[in-house]
């Protein structure tokens, strides 16, 4: 069974930056970089949209077009553990953010909730104006 673990959340004035983090525990003989991983986020009273991807080697990357320019994915696959650094932050990124794990079939990735077959809990990101 693979675990996911969100953290970084907190209550950020508009303008600021945060990073999210999230550790993945897999189980032999799968490893983090058997996994595409994605962020994606829901906002109260709205629909959980994908936020960004990035490839089990990390060279393919995904954004949706409202955090482009502003949000950057990466990952340490020494250290299974996934990022989102954002900055620039607005009051309509509030939501709560999860990490996903999909088990990679390839070199890209995507940001289709459907695909992904392991999630975190998540963690509140809160922007005031």
């Known amino acids: 069974q693979v675990q996911v673990e969100e953290s970084g959340g907190d209550l950020v004035q508009a303008g600021g930056s945060l990073r999210l983090s999230c550790i993945v525990s897999t189980v032999s003989p799968y490893s983090f970089d058997d996994y595409a991983m994605a962020w994606f986020r829901q906002a109260p009273g709205k629909e959980r949209e994908g936020v960004s991807c990035i490839s089990w080697s990390g060279l393919d990357t995904v954004y949706t077009d409202s955090v482009k320019g502003r949000f950057a994915i990466s990952r340490d696959n020494a250290n299974n553990t996934l990022y989102l650094q954002m900055s620039g932050l607005e009051p309509q990124d509030t939501a709560m953010y999860y990490c996903?794990?999909?088990?990679?079939?390839?070199?890209?990735?995507?940001?289709?909730?459907?695909?992904?077959?392991?999630w975190g809990k998540g963690t509140l990101v809160t922007v005031s104006s």
């Open positions: 996903a794990a999909a088990a990679s079939n390839g070199a890209s990735c995507d940001i289709e909730a459907d695909h992904m077959d392991y």
